[in-house]
């Protein structure tokens, strides 16, 4: 799936000059007391707002922020957003408190040519997630063009996603751009190509495990859903987090591995302790029956580090023990720190997936990598080889 969908680079100055045009942007970012914790998803979507002021179009953002099930609740709106970009990006930026309707069409028509502006939470009217005909069209008239360059909820069939595409031409931001390109070489690797699919539910992944083993060269488990693994081959797993219901699907997993020529790394050695809370720990191969695993050993983490420094193409997406905790870091740490040392060996290095990014930002090794997505069940799905509807919407060339 090599990205050949229309982008904004294949628009002329004349058919951005003095055009509308609607940007579906990612703002879907943490607030404490009205400011923002975490700025990155606004960073990300800079490249695509300043290109289209600087062709003079008049620029407005559209976005959701948390879940406000479909009613105005103030809590979730976008103003602390709208006051970090007008005080922080030294940008004219206006804020609308609504994002349909005549109000609205009047206060976009005033602005002048270039200018950008940013609307209310879109998730205020139920509607959005409905992906209602009616709301879409009310949206289209905003606006002459319709961008999407917010890849975090291209997996979303919702009016602001897809159902505006329907009456405006569309087409994918850089940010959107960058994703497609970056995480389609995980479908089409360079080899040897490694996948490390951490966190703790197999249940969460089993559409990812499938897929990226008819494509892996070596798939590394990691995190809790290690020890459903682990179960399913027999071993003894203490107390530690397993779904029992899906011992069946591990084992069919494995058996996949086994069919596709594709090795299955699972842990050696464990970091155990009674609770996630104690910090009397102790590394074991076998693990103790009153005790429970929360990261993976050195031997583990050595393999690991052995395997990558072979790999052309490595994808990961979710932590391999629980990172939050300082006793439990370790695993997370020295191999994301040996990841971080790749990109300048040529070697393509994708980071997808809420706690992975996290854990890599906790440890300050944000641009270290090839790429970081944006999108935690968005790039999920695109690496299941799921068709996202929020890019599916956007033309081929």
């Given at each position: 799936m090599m990205n050949n969908k229309f982008s904004i680079?294949?628009?002329?100055?004349?058919?951005?000059?003095?055009?509308?045009?609607?940007?579906?942007?990612?703002?879907?970012?943490?607030?404490?007391?009205?400011?923002?914790?975490?700025?990155?998803?606004?960073?990300?979507?800079?490249?695509?707002?300043?290109?289209?002021?600087?062709?003079?179009?008049?620029?407005?953002?559209?976005?959701?922020?948390?879940?406000?099930?479909?009613?105005?609740?103030?809590?979730?709106?976008?103003?602390?957003?709208?006051?970090?970009?007008?005080?922080?990006?030294?940008?004219?930026?206006?804020?609308?408190?609504?994002?349909?309707?005549?109000?609205?069409?009047?206060?976009?028509?005033?602005q002048s040519y270039p200018s950008l502006i940013l609307l209310e939470n879109v998730r205020f009217y139920p509607e959005e997630e409905k992906n209602d005909r009616n709301f879409s069209e009310k949206l289209s008239k905003l606006a002459d063009i319709f961008v999407n360059d917010a890849f975090g909820t291209a997996h979303r069939s919702h009016s602001s996603t897809v159902g505006v595409a329907e009456f405006l031409p569309t087409y994918c931001g850089f940010l959107m751009e960058k994703e497609i390109n970056f995480l389609s070489k995980a479908l089409n690797p360079e080899k040897p190509f490694v996948a490390i699919i951490g966190g703790a539910k197999v249940s969460s992944k089993i559409g990812v495990l499938k897929n990226l083993i008819n494509k892996t060269d070596t798939l590394i488990i990691g995190g809790a859903m290690t020890y459903t693994f682990l179960k399913a081959l027999g071993k003894n797993v203490g107390n530690s987090f397993v779904e029992n219901d899906y011992l069946v699907t591990a084992r069919e997993i494995i058996e996949l591995a086994q069919k596709n020529n594709c090795n299955l790394f699972l842990a050696k050695d464990h970091v155990v302790a009674e609770s996630i809370d104690s910090e009397n720990t102790t590394i074991v191969d076998d693990i103790p029956n009153n005790l429970s695993a929360f990261d993976i050993g050195n031997k583990s983490i050595d393999e690991i580090i052995k395997i990558l420094s072979n790999a052309k193409t490595i994808v990961w997406n979710g932590p391999l023990g629980v990172f939050e905790k300082p006793q439990f870091e370790n695993g997370t740490k020295k191999v994301a720190l040996f990841l971080s040392t790749l990109k300048e060996k040529g070697v393509t290095t994708i980071v997808g997936g809420g706690d992975s990014v996290a854990a890599i930002e906790k440890f300050n090794l944000t641009d270290k990598f090839s790429h970081v997505s944006t999108g935690g069940g968005a790039s999920l799905e695109f690496l299941e080889g799921i068709e996202l509807p929020g890019i599916k919407v956007i033309k081929d060339k």
């Amino acid at each position: 799936m090599m990205n050949n969908k229309f982008s904004i680079k294949d628009l002329t100055k004349k058919d951005l000059e003095n055009k509308s045009v609607l940007v579906r942007v990612d703002f879907n970012v943490p607030i404490q007391e009205n400011k923002v914790l975490d700025t990155t998803r606004i960073e990300a979507s800079l490249p695509t707002i300043k290109y289209l002021l600087e062709n003079n179009s008049k620029v407005i953002l559209i976005s959701h922020l948390g879940r406000p099930k479909g009613k105005k609740d103030l809590k979730y709106s976008l103003k602390p957003v709208y006051d970090f970009i007008k005080n922080n990006l030294n940008m004219n930026i206006i804020f609308l408190d609504d994002c349909i309707g005549e109000n609205v069409e009047l206060e976009i028509k005033k602005q002048s040519y270039p200018s950008l502006i940013l609307l209310e939470n879109v998730r205020f009217y139920p509607e959005e997630e409905k992906n209602d005909r009616n709301f879409s069209e009310k949206l289209s008239k905003l606006a002459d063009i319709f961008v999407n360059d917010a890849f975090g909820t291209a997996h979303r069939s919702h009016s602001s996603t897809v159902g505006v595409a329907e009456f405006l031409p569309t087409y994918c931001g850089f940010l959107m751009e960058k994703e497609i390109n970056f995480l389609s070489k995980a479908l089409n690797p360079e080899k040897p190509f490694v996948a490390i699919i951490g966190g703790a539910k197999v249940s969460s992944k089993i559409g990812v495990l499938k897929n990226l083993i008819n494509k892996t060269d070596t798939l590394i488990i990691g995190g809790a859903m290690t020890y459903t693994f682990l179960k399913a081959l027999g071993k003894n797993v203490g107390n530690s987090f397993v779904e029992n219901d899906y011992l069946v699907t591990a084992r069919e997993i494995i058996e996949l591995a086994q069919k596709n020529n594709c090795n299955l790394f699972l842990a050696k050695d464990h970091v155990v302790a009674e609770s996630i809370d104690s910090e009397n720990t102790t590394i074991v191969d076998d693990i103790p029956n009153n005790l429970s695993a929360f990261d993976i050993g050195n031997k583990s983490i050595d393999e690991i580090i052995k395997i990558l420094s072979n790999a052309k193409t490595i994808v990961w997406n979710g932590p391999l023990g629980v990172f939050e905790k300082p006793q439990f870091e370790n695993g997370t740490k020295k191999v994301a720190l040996f990841l971080s040392t790749l990109k300048e060996k040529g070697v393509t290095t994708i980071v997808g997936g809420g706690d992975s990014v996290a854990a890599i930002e906790k440890f300050n090794l944000t641009d270290k990598f090839s790429h970081v997505s944006t999108g935690g069940g968005a790039s999920l799905e695109f690496l299941e080889g799921i068709e996202l509807p929020g890019i599916k919407v956007i033309k081929d060339k």
